[in-house]
Each structure stands twice: as structure tokens, then as C-alpha cells.
């Protein structure tokens, strides 16, 4: 087969990787243009229901994720209050305790780097099938930095929040509820050492995690995170 025609051959298989990246870009960048957001719990948690006079809560959020500036306390405290809930700042006083920690916020690229990198070398291959001798080098330069502008230019982003729930409800009068612990301490290198300890309690005990996802193509996190709020504080608030 004549080296140019296989050569041609060659450059028209290439072109086509690079308009298949295109499509997918395209077809990105439609599908996901809207914003998505969706929050999962772990599992569910059912409260007795109670009087009016005992709708009263203690409210406590951590945030010990990357992101300092992320605040959902005030969120969370209007939305059970908007339920008919008070908010209290003594715990003694209170029948439910409600304790969060935001875990984890952060980016998630699902296409990640190396879709970058496999455009410019799809790119490059086609400039340096298409060039000869000093136009060659030229040739595969801009067909790298064309396949890494094509791969650049749309990013299907996430942005996810995990918050850890425990939430305790008092129990009855009378009701004395038995809570156990234990946890293992490491010792050195080598050795462990076991910890348990045996309590009664007044208070029913449940845990939970709240997973929250948003997804759009280029997304920042300043347009996810009103979004990503809203629907974990919908998420705790309709526990009550």
C-alpha cells in the first residue's frame, strides 16, 4: 500500500477521535447546562411525635470540611423554627438534640486530567502525521494544544457534600435507656488497647449520613453552594 495513502488514512482516523471528543464535549455541555443537585440520606430516622410544648431543640453544627466559609447552623435553625420548633441554647432544657458535622466538601472532575491529556496527544499525533521535517514539529504543537482546548473547554463537575447527623430524643419519663461504647487505641506500633464503658442514659440515640451532589457543566462551587445548603437543610428539617 503506498505510504501516502496509508498516511492519509491514518490523518482521517485521527481527525475522527477528534471530532468524536467534540461531540462529547457538545453533547456535555447541552445535557448539562441545568443545574442538578440531589441529596441521599443513609438511612431513615422516624421521631415519636409530641406535643407542642415539647418542640423544643438544641441545635449544634460543626464544619470541619475544607471549605471554613460554608454555614447552614442559621439555615437549619430557621427551617425547624418555620416547623413550629424551638430553638434553645441549653441543652438541658431541650427534647432533641440535633448535632452535625459538614465532613467533606469538595470538587469531584469526573472526566478528570487525563481526558486533558489524552486530547493533546490525540492532537499532537494528528500534527505530526500531517507535517514534514521543521513543519512536523509545528504541525503536532498545534494539534496538541488543539485537542487540550477542545478537552479543556467543557468539564463535567461535581461538587458534593457529606454531612454526618446524630440526633438524640428524650426519652420518656421513666424510661432509662442502656448505652454501651467501645473503642480500640493503638498502642506503639504493634499493640492495641480496648476501651468500652456501659451507661444508662435518657436519651434515644440516632445517626445518620447526608450525602449532597451537584452537578453542571463548568460548575463553580460559589453557584453550587446555595443550592447543595438548601437541599441538606430540606433534608434535616424534614426529619421533624
Not at 98 to 114: F, I, T
Not at 119 to 146: P, R, Y
Amino acid at each position: 500500500m503506498n505510504k501516502y495513502f496509508s498516511k492519509g488514512l491514518l490523518t482521517i482516523a485521527l481527525l475522527s477521535l477528534v471530532t468524536l471528543s467534540g461531540c462529547g464535549a457538545i453533547h456535555t455541555s447541552v445535557a448539562k447546562k441545568n443545574l442538578d443537585v440531589q441529596t441521599k440520606m443513609s438511612q431513615s430516622i422516624f421521631l415519636d411525635p409530641v406535643a407542642p410544648e415539647k418542640r423544643i431543640i438544641y441545635v449544634r453544627v460543626r464544619n470541619t470540611s475544607d471549605k471554613p466559609s460554608l454555614s447552614v447552623e442559621y439555615g437549619i435553625k430557621q427551617a425547624l423554627s418555620n416547623r413550629g420548633y424551638r430553638i434553645t441554647d441549653n441543652p438541658e432544657e431541650a427534647h432533641y438534640w440535633l448535632q452535625a458535622n459538614v465532613l467533606k466538601a469538595g470538587r469531584a472532575d469526573k472526566r478528570a486530567d487525563k481526558s486533558g491529556l489524552s486530547g493533546a496527544l490525540t492532537g499532537g499525533a494528528i500534527g505530526s502525521t500531517m507535517g514534514n521535517g521543521d513543519g512536523k514539529m509545528a504541525m503536532a504543537v498545534a494539534g496538541a494544544l488543539l485537542g487540550t482546548m477542545m478537552d479543556a473547554s467543557v468539564k463535567d463537575i461535581y461538587y458534593t457534600i457529606i454531612t454526618d447527623i446524630r440526633l438524640s430524643e428524650r426519652a420518656k419519663e421513666g424510661v432509662t435507656v442502656t448505652e454501651s461504647d467501645r473503642s480500640s487505641l493503638t498502642q506503639g506500633t504493634a499493640g492495641t488497647k480496648t476501651v468500652s464503658s456501659v451507661e444508662d442514659v435518657h436519651w434515644k440515640r440516632y445517626q445518620t449520613r447526608i450525602v449532597s451532589v451537584a452537578n453542571k457543566v463548568n460548575l463553580t462551587f460559589p453557584e453550587a453552594e446555595p443550592a447543595l445548603v438548601k437541599g441538606l437543610v430540606q433534608s434535616i428539617s424534614n426529619m421533624f
